[in-house]
């Protein structure tokens, strides 16, 4: 008995004598240039960030970019130069025009670097949008700590479009607003003044992209789903009293090359990557810009050249799969906060029923 409990005691102090923090010896550098760009026919979006890359372990504050120049180059044509905003930070005044071919030209530190050359794509449209019925699957945690599957009913809102020898992908964002009304109980007298407000939902997911299928003759982008919304409003109010009005759905639909789309679609891989052995590497993703002046030198990013532009619909989606869905195009393109409300008075963005 003694010496089988010796012998437990020696195992236990092995592995726990054992147990220490390893923390491997990485090469410390200095940090490569990172570029972020994405320039659009909406001067409101054109913008390219520099940056630069750390270090493993670095927990101080990335260091700003200071002396930098940035010029977008029509090939044959104008420069626009880039107004630094603030330190890293460039805008373009002049947009970009389908059909030309253009660079993204950076000076830093005695260097140039220089991104292929890239075609702006013609403007994106929708053709049609619709829904269709489905039940979406998702698991949350229950009170006793375990799993448990959630059934959602609602409907898928999906869109076609077209594809065309000179613009075959597309990349959306989208943002749903359901609108909603309260009538406070009249107490005595006349009835009050009732509130009208509005929620937004943001697409906060992976890049939503969208191209013709491998080995497809199809003329279009057929059945591709934006977004999930679901029947029962209190997903997504805050109250019992709101009564829904109704969604304003608007749709950003990006025209990109498929250099772009490619890149996305890997980025994708890796933020949905779940640590297996045969998860993307951080390296598949190769960006469009090289160093002019010395080919070895790195940098990392991506100039993204989009055509853009903005959709809106107001949807109401009925209460269920026989409900009436009610649905059609808005023309009108007000300026609508996250959230808020108005008090007798509906705002001028409401959409209503009829």
């Not at 390893?22 to 240039?33: F, M, R, T, W």
């Amino acid at each position: 008995m003694r010496k089988g409990l010796l012998y437990i005691i020696l195992i236990f102090a092995l592995f726990t004598s054992c147990e220490e923090y390893y923390k491997p010896d990485l090469e410390v550098g200095p940090g490569i240039l990172v570029v972020e760009s994405h320039v659009t026919n909406d001067p409101n979006q054109n913008y390219a960030r520099l940056s630069l890359s750390e270090n493993f372990y670095n927990s101080e504050p990335r260091d700003k970019i200071y002396g930098a120049k940035v010029d977008l180059i029509e090939v044959g044509g104008q420069t626009t130069n880039g107004f630094e905003r603030t330190p890293g930070y460039f805008t373009f005044a002049r947009t970009p025009v389908a059909g030309k071919k253009y660079v993204l030209r950076i000076a830093y530190q005695k260097n140039i670097y220089q991104s292929e050359q890239v075609t702006m794509p013609p403007l994106p449209s929708i053709d049609t949008l619709y829904t269709t019925h489905t039940v979406e699957k998702s698991y949350r945690t229950n009170v006793y700590g375990e799993p448990e599957l959630v059934l959602t009913p609602g409907r898928d809102i999906k869109i076609d479009a077209p594809i065309t020898k000179s613009l075959e992908y597309y990349r959306f964002t989208w943002r749903a607003i359901i609108q909603w009304h309260y009538d406070p109980p009249a107490l005595a007298g006349p009835p009050p003044p009732a509130y009208y407000g509005w929620i937004s939902k943001y697409d906060r997911g992976i890049f939503n992209l969208a191209g013709p299928k491998e080995f497809s003759i199809s003329e279009k982008v057929n059945n591709h789903t934006l977004l999930m919304l679901g029947y029962d409003s209190r997903l997504y109010l805050d109250s019992i009293t709101q009564i829904p009005d109704g969604w304003i759905l608007i749709v950003d639909q990006y025209g990109i090359q498929e250099a772009s789309y490619k890149f996305h679609q890997k980025l994708n891989q890796q933020f949905t990557a779940e640590g297996s052995l045969f998860d993307p590497i951080m390296s598949q993703a190769t960006g469009n810009m090289h160093c002019v002046n010395d080919p070895t030198k790195k940098v990392l990013g991506f100039f993204d050249l989009n055509s853009y532009r903005q959709s809106r619909f107001y949807l109401h989606l009925g209460n269920g799969e026989k409900g009436i869905v009610k649905q059609r195009r808005i023309n009108q393109f007000y300026e609508i906060t996250g959230q808020g409300y108005l008090r007798g008075i509906r705002p001028p963005f409401w959409e209503g029923y009829n």
